[in-house]
């Protein structure tokens, strides 16, 4: 595995071929200025050249090279909410340039701002506010148009170099190659592994890419083709193309017309279901499934039945990219837009944006009955990997003619999804503009009042909070809204502990506990147990074990796998401080996982923050300095601030290199932590679950789960199974309900595989078999 690194910019999947010359120049322009931008006709290379670009010289950058992409970004005033995002600030929401330019005051990094064209003025303002704040920053963009900005050094990507011709106009052997041919050989033999021989064949290369202007993308797409015909009918069909399809106008550059000409060369060959279903995938943004396509783009001319092998057949022909290790497909932004011309030429754009704004809709609607449940990390990935789907069904709906109670009711029921620092801030904002756009009275708007309320509270605007809790409590008693009425008891709790209240807050959480049984809602009674034995944690209040035990039996009988882990995490910093270093860190390993499965890296990073705790107390001081290190890259990429159970009063790092700095030299502190920050994260967790690490157990070699694989109240409950005890002796003994027994009997079976209490007797014999000191 490659080493962690600051910054965002992903590896490339494809051979870079060619552009030596260009990749010197922008280089030496980044040298010389400060802004860098990247202009040309889509498909011409932009983007790929900032990346390889990017890459070469982010060892001169050592806060990192960051990269935001832009093309699915429809609105201008959300621009500086997307870039603080990035970099993982929540912080600002009244005003995010000034926020960002505050962040970047002291930072040397590189910003790639990806496909501009569309956002110019909102770019150019922020580019502007950014270089003029923050004096070692560099920014380099890609666009279509020049931005026009003070400084701006431009440089404008050329086609790739083409095949030339003798002095009579014959190309092919013994004519010096090309960036273009040798970008097709490159493409065209990862689809035919033997490539014909010859000069016919070279000779009809060369033609092919002087036809298509050297436009990689044109390319691309006619290298793919070799799976299907030889590049003698490939040429012939470009030509035929060239010929008639030449919509773009004539003042446009020729190599725009050819791109576009190759990108309708493509849509011939497509059967008409095909050319169909291409048109209406284009109203999807950033990717979309199976299912998606299937709910959105189907109807009598086009049956559900065959939506498989449409898709199936246009990844064959390079119109869709599957993605990497999954079922998700996505359209090139070129590709999509020639779609979206057909749609529109088909009178059928208006039908289906609605139907996928409804389709997305539905998604977010299934978060109510999703959320606190065992599909709810299902739909937490799902609402994540669909994120600009539903950003572009909120502004379907938030539009002239639209439906605002529907954007309503979307914004309301991704408050938790909005609560992740990475999109707190555009999602408040998405939460305001539907609550500007709806003003009547409804349930709907009731919902995202106390949604709106949550955010601002985790935003620390308490004083926004206050109002805004106000109007929802009014609106939801004026419509008998007890279920509102009780969620918006979880605000104050959150209010008082950012304004330093922690006793408040703790009574503040057991009021909502009751609240929650009151009117039977799971979803308030969970979130507040565990928020009361985090208060509880904090003021020192010596109940704190047992409402963090409290805390984590309900929520592992209600299946909320979030909020699991949020109180396995409280159970052991809890664990911890009273000195059961074991059970602390098993708690610490579960919540990890978890962590990972939902993507919530900072919940990874105060878990991580934890085993060092544990380390540190029991005088491992190299690994928990190498603990620190794992969950570094985090802390140093992203907010202070970015949950309510992630403020100072919980942050065990300061303990943590306080004992550590005591016990060892800065040198060899500051060496382990490198260390731990580099090293897989796999690795660093093998110090403590004492599994052997990656590439280093022997082949054929028996593993069994270590008994972290169960929390240690289900590890008490396996005990008692292996003893033979029934359900209710279980529960007699450990005084828990007959339901939660059960439920933690089902939680142990699945974890280990297992199909009956006789099996989970013989793993606990095998353990204890284990454990025993050998003679």
């Known amino acids: ?11 490339e999947v494809t051979s870079f071929v060619g552009r030596r010359r260009a990749l010197g120049q922008v280089r030496r322009l980044l040298s010389a200025g400060r802004l860098v931008t990247l202009t040309g006709p889509g498909g011409v290379g932009k983007t790929r050249l900032a990346r390889r670009v990017a890459a070469e010289v982010r060892r001169a950058f050592p806060d990192g090279v960051w990269l935001v992409e832009l093309a699915e970004l ?6 500086a909410y997307e870039v603080a995002a990035m970099f993982g600030l929540k912080d600002a929401s009244a005003d995010p340039a000034a926020s960002l330019a505050d962040y970047l005051r002291d930072k040397n990094l590189l910003l790639l701002l990806d496909n501009c064209e569309h956002l110019i003025q909102p770019v150019v303002a922020l580019v502007n506010e950014l270089l003029t704040s923050a004096p070692a920053l560099r920014v380099l963009t890609t666009s279509r148009q020049v931005l026009g900005s003070e400084g701006e050094h431009l440089f404008e990507v050329p086609p790739l170099s083409l095949p030339e011709a003798d002095p009579l106009g014959r190309l092919g052997p013994g004519r010096p190659t090309s960036e273009a041919v040798d970008l097709f050989l490159d493409r065209a033999a990862a689809v035919v592994p033997e490539l014909p021989e010859g000069p016919e064949f070279q000779r009809s290369v060369s033609d092919l890419c002087l036809r298509l202007d050297g436009i990689p993308l044109a390319i ?6 070799m799976r299907a015909y030889p590049v003698e009918e490939i040429l012939a069909r470009v030509e035929h193309a060239l010929d008639v399809l030449t919509t773009g ?3 446009a550059p020729a190599r725009h017309r050819a791109l576009k000409a190759t990108i ?10 095909e050319q169909l279903m291409w048109a209406r995938l284009s109203v999807f943004a950033g990717g ?3 299912n998606a396509a299937e709910g959105v783009c189907t109807d009598a001319r086009l049956p559900r039945t065959q939506v498989f092998d449409l898709l199936a057949s246009l990844v064959d022909k390079s119109i869709l990219h599957r993605e990497s290790g999954s079922a ?7 590709v999509r837009e020639y779609g979206r011309e057909h749609l529109v030429a088909l009178g059928e754009e208006k039908e289906f944006l609605l139907r996928h704004a409804q389709h997305f809709a539905a998604l977010a609607d299934r978060g109510r009955s999703d959320y606190f449940s065992e599909r709810e990390i299902r739909w937490f990935q799902e609402v994540g990997l669909n994120h600009a789907n539903i950003r572009l069904a909120m502004q379907f709906f938030l539009s002239e003619g639209g439906e605002p109670r529907i954007a309503l009711r979307i914004a309301a029921s991704l408050r938790m999804y909005w609560s992740k620092p990475s999109v707190i801030m555009e999602g408040y904002q998405w939460l305001r503009k539907a609550l500007d756009s709806s003003p009547e009275p409804s349930e709907e708007r009731a919902d995202a009042l106390w949604a709106c309320a949550y955010l601002e509270v985790l935003l620390t605007d308490v004083e926004r909070a206050a109002r805004t809790m106000g109007e929802c409590r009014a609106l939801a008693g004026k419509l008998a809204l007890h279920r509102v009425e009780a969620a918006l008891t979880l605000c104050p709790i959150l209010a008082d502990f950012v304004l330093g209240d922690v006793a408040a807050a703790l009574g503040h959480a057991k009021e909502a506990v009751a609240c929650g049984r009151k009117v039977d809602d799971p979803t308030v009674t969970g979130e507040a147990l565990f928020f009361a034995a985090a208060m509880a944690f904090a003021s020192g209040d010596s109940g704190a074990e047992r409402l963090a035990d409290e805390a984590l039996t309900f929520l592992e009988a209600e299946h909320s796998q979030l909020w699991r882990a949020n109180a396995l995490w409280i159970n052991g910093v809890v664990r911890c401080r009273a000195d059961d270093r074991d059970a602390a860190t098993a708690h610490f390993l579960d919540a990890i996982g978890l962590f990972r499965q939902l993507g919530h890296d900072v919940g990874l990073a105060l878990a991580l923050d934890g085993l060092a705790w544990v380390a540190a107390r029991s005088g491992e001081l190299s690994r928990a300095a190498r603990l620190l290190g794992a969950a570094d890259p985090i802390w140093r990429t992203g907010p202070r601030r970015m949950m309510p159970f992630e403020f100072s009063e919980f942050a065990v790092k300061g303990k943590v290199e306080a004992i550590v700095r005591a016990g060892i030299s800065e040198a060899a502190f500051e060496a382990a932590v490198q260390e731990g920050s580099t090293r897989p994260l796999d690795d660093v967790l093998g110090e403590v679950t004492g599994r052997p690490r990656h590439g280093s157990e022997p082949r054929g070699a028996a593993r069994e789960d270590p008994p972290t694989a169960l929390s240690p109240r289900e590890r008490k409950v396996a005990d008692l199974l292996a003893k033979g005890s029934s359900n209710q002796d279980i529960a007699t003994e450990l005084v828990l309900s007959r339901r939660t027994v059960e439920s933690h009997v089902q939680h142990i079976l699945t974890k280990l595989g297992f199909h009956s209490r006789t099996q989970v007797a013989s793993w606990v014999s095998r353990m204890e078999s284990a454990d025993r000191p050998r003679a």
Do not use: K, N
């Not at 429809?74 to 621009?79: A, F, K, P, S, V």
């Not at 309708?264 to 279901?273: A, D, K, N």
């Not at 998700?328 to 070129?334: A, G």
């Open 1 to 11: 595995m490659t080493a962690r690194w600051v910054g965002r910019l992903p590896a």
């Open 74 to 79: 429809r609105e201008g005033d959300l621009l």
């Open 220 to 225: 691309e797409l006619a290298a793919a083709r």
């Open 249 to 251: 106008p004539r003042s």
């Open 264 to 273: 309708g060369w493509s849509f011939g060959l497509c059967s008409p279901e």
């Open 288 to 290: 979309f499934d199976l």
């Open 328 to 334: 998700r497909f996505s359209l090139l932004e070129t």
